[in-house]
């Protein structure tokens, strides 16, 4: 399924980083942090929060860590998943979207833990940064276990 999302409120709070807010023609919604999903609305299990690390004026994940993502599940109910993550550089790679160019770096986080449940969860996010103007331009990260991995690309300049 491909939605196509416009911006719909940039705020700041007391935490790190921008909060960016983009929403669909069905109220739908993806929330970010630095370009890190911290929020989605509108979607069966709903992300409800994610606490990512991130820093000032830095695009995408600032380090490894933990990572908690709170979830909705079944009957109304919230599911915290607590993850440990690693970040890696994979380096420089041209990105092509809609035939403009940009120079990224591809970071990759591994992460590992286990649900309140004690399901062991594996999750694995990529992001193309681009470091000139602090852009995530292209991400697969994962929403949960119902939604999945979102794969996001913007379109913005």
Known sequence: MIWVLAPLLARRDDLPGEITTWSAADNS???????MLIATRGLAGNLISASVPVQNGIAGPARGGQRRYHLRSGNNQE???TLACEITDLGSQG??????LYSTRHLQEHCEGRAETGRKTVVLNDHWVDSQNQKVWKSRQWAGPEIGYLRIRDLSN
């Open 79 to 81: 599911q915290v998943v």
């Open 95 to 100: 990105l092509e979207i809609y035939e403009r």
């Open 29 to 35: 919604a993806l929330a970010f942090r630095n370009g």
